[in-house]
């Protein structure tokens, strides 16, 4: 009876404690995703909100999926698109930043096994006050 | 859209008014598109020039016909497989980009097939690959079938690919080493859109909405080019 109501109980605090986790306090990643418009590199986009005082900044990403998991920005200039490897994203305190098509977006080169639609993949996100949060990203069509 | 966004939008509209980026292009030969801001968080903004979404070109870009091979690995005379139809849209990139190419293409095939028969039968889509070395015929059509197996993917030699940027005008590709073997292609990210009477007056920037696109092409189909 003890240790059921142990279980009961710990149920919920773990739940509570991951979620706790995952959101890594005041910083969080939410409506991730990803494409792969070839078999050995993709994208992966989410927003992250910092609901804290302070900036925070996303400083790596890490990926099983991939052999390179890098912060890319793409960049519109003179009609010419662009797209470059940058060392870290800052998060404006009480703000949010979306990592979308056109611009940062998390690139994974070198695919270990081609990713399918409806694939569902896991990175850790690194935040330089936040730390580690982990995040699934579904991997969706070109055209839905 | 939040109020930073908005402010973000209202900023760059006052900028691109500032710099008076629709008018000369950076080599005295371009012509001109900087519609969208170095990121993509901020909405399109709508220039509204003509009753057009998209961007009215002040230098029309002219017709240059090229000869490349298509996905199937056969020879593709632009000209001749263009004829007759009422809009041919040209969009350049390669199939390693992540977001502009493969965004634009989808756009454009989202919005075919929104389009009725008689408006979406008359349009033509060409997407010339500027990454010869990795984009073969076979890569493009497995590529290009993420979108329309009915639009044409074109491929060439490193010569024959920058002589149709510049036949077009437009800056040439080029190859951004990003370590380890790979590398990014900075091209030109803007869809031309080329009427029957020679000339693309109005190209689509990045960022368009779906909805604004459909207007646009839908109105050139059906109006041609009215200067």
Redesign the interface.
Known sequence: MRRRTYRWVGGPLMMVLASACAKGGVVEVKDAWA?S??E????VYFTVTNDGEAVDALIAVMSDVAE?V?I??????????????VGSVEIPAG????F??????V?L??LVEPLAEGDTISLTLSFEEAGEIAVEAEVR???E | MSQRAGLLGAGLVLSLVLTGCFGVGHDGRSPSVEAHGPQGSVEYVTPGQGGYSGLVLDRPVPFADFTLTDQHGETFPVADRTRGASLTLLSFGYTHCPDICPGTMAQLAIVLRGLPPEVSGEVKVIFVSVDPERDTPGVLREWIAHFDEGFAALSGSREEIDAVQGALGLPLAEREDLGGGQYAMNHWAAVLAFTPDGFAHVSFPFGMTVEQLRHDIEKLVREGWKG
């Open positions: 494409r418009p070839t050995d590199v993709g994208a390179r890098e890319h920005e793409t960049t519109l200039e003179g009609g010419q698109a662009q797209m470059h490897p703000d949010q930043m979306a979308e098509p056109g611009g940062f977006h690139m080169f070198g069509p070109f055209v």
